[in-house]
């Protein structure tokens, strides 16, 4: 095949674009992939997110992520939305399908896909701490695979009790909120608990959400949105008292395994976009 000099263009717009280790993974699972697609990191400040979008329609990009600030203001712009980025309100990845921009939500289908090979979401509960962007991602598409509940503790309760009340509309699960209690119990039955705050993020690796661990039992498994460090504070200590655990680095790597799938049809090897984002992050 002669090889085209022109390849199939996706990105990403976002500000503090230079921290995102998105783009290792996306040129390792290319190249792998044998995909002639290139991905373009840009720093695109609040005010200029629509001549972005009008660029990237000029020149026929085939799809962009979207991050801070850009997952809300983005679907103005938008010609549709998946279901999950409507319930949501957010979106992630932006899908050029027959010269219309759809918007997708891929968080919650990465986190989901990152705890299938320790726990299933169906029939379960689930307690998620936090009730902002990934907070909502991940409640919602926990319940959309089956599980029977979702509790929500966030330390604005009137934040919990909207996503809770989001969960219950929109979904066949249980949505409640809870109080926030420092250290926090988790209740009996509770399957996964999921801290969805940015709380142990580098540089503040030392921070943790306070939890009373007698309220932990032998089979509850623990994860952590923070992709970095891979092993926070919270997962280091459930390690220590033997409760299983799910980093962050899963979710990401699953959330751009998804994008790259609607994107080009591809699925792709996660093990190779793993060990790209494992060598950007150390
Ligand atoms: P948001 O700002 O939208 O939401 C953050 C949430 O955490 C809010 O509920 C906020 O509460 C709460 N919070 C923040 N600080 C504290 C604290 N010290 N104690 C208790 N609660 C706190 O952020 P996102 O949801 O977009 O991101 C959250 C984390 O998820 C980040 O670390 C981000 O890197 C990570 N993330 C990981 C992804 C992955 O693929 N692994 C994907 C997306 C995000 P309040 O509203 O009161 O401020």
Redo the contacts with the bound molecule.
């Keep these: 095949m002669t090889r085209s000099f022109c390849p199939e263009i996706v990105g990403s717009f976002s500000t503090g674009a230079a921290a995102n280790p998105t783009v290792a993974m996306m040129e390792a699972s290319f190249a792998h992939e044998g995909l002639e697609w290139i991905y373009v990191n840009c720093e695109v400040p609040a005010g200029e997110l629509a001549p972005a979008v009008s660029g990237a329609h000029a020149m026929g990009w085939r799809g962009f992520n979207c991050s ?1 600030p850009h997952k809300r203001r983005v679907i103005e712009l938008l010609d549709d939305l998946s279901d999950t980025a409507r319930i949501c309100d957010a979106v ?1 990845c932006v899908v050029r399908t027959d010269g219309r921009w759809v918007g997708h939500n891929t ?1 919650g289908v ?2 989901v896909e990152s705890v299938r090979p320790v726990v299933q979401p169906e029939g379960g509960r689930v307690l998620v ?9 991940i409640a919602i598409e926990i319940a959309r695979a089956g599980a029977a509940g979702v509790e929500i503790i ?3 309760p009137a ?1 919990a009790a909207a996503l809770a009340d989001l969960v219950d509309r929109t979904t066949a699960a249980r949505g409640s909120a809870m109080a926030w209690s420092s250290p926090m119990s988790v209740p009996p039955g509770v399957d996964l608990v999921v801290d ?4 142990g ?1 580098e540089p503040n690796v030392d ?1 943790m ?1 306070e939890f009373d661990l007698e309220s932990w039992s032998s089979d509850l498994v623990v994860a952590d ?3 970095n460090p891979a092993r926070t504070r919270l997962l280091q200590t459930a390690e220590q008292v033997g409760v299983r655990t799910i980093d ?2 899963g ?2 790597v699953n ?1 751009a395994a998804e994008n790259i799938r609607l994107w080009t049809g591809v699925d792709p090897d996660r093990s190779v976009l793993r060990a790209a984002l494992d060598a950007a992050l150390g």
């Design positions: 801070i992630n968080d990465g986190f701490i936090g009730a902002g962007g990934a907070a909502h991602a966030a330390r604005d934040k969805a705050t940015p709380v993020m921070d959400v949105v923070v992709p962050g680095r979710m990401l959330q």
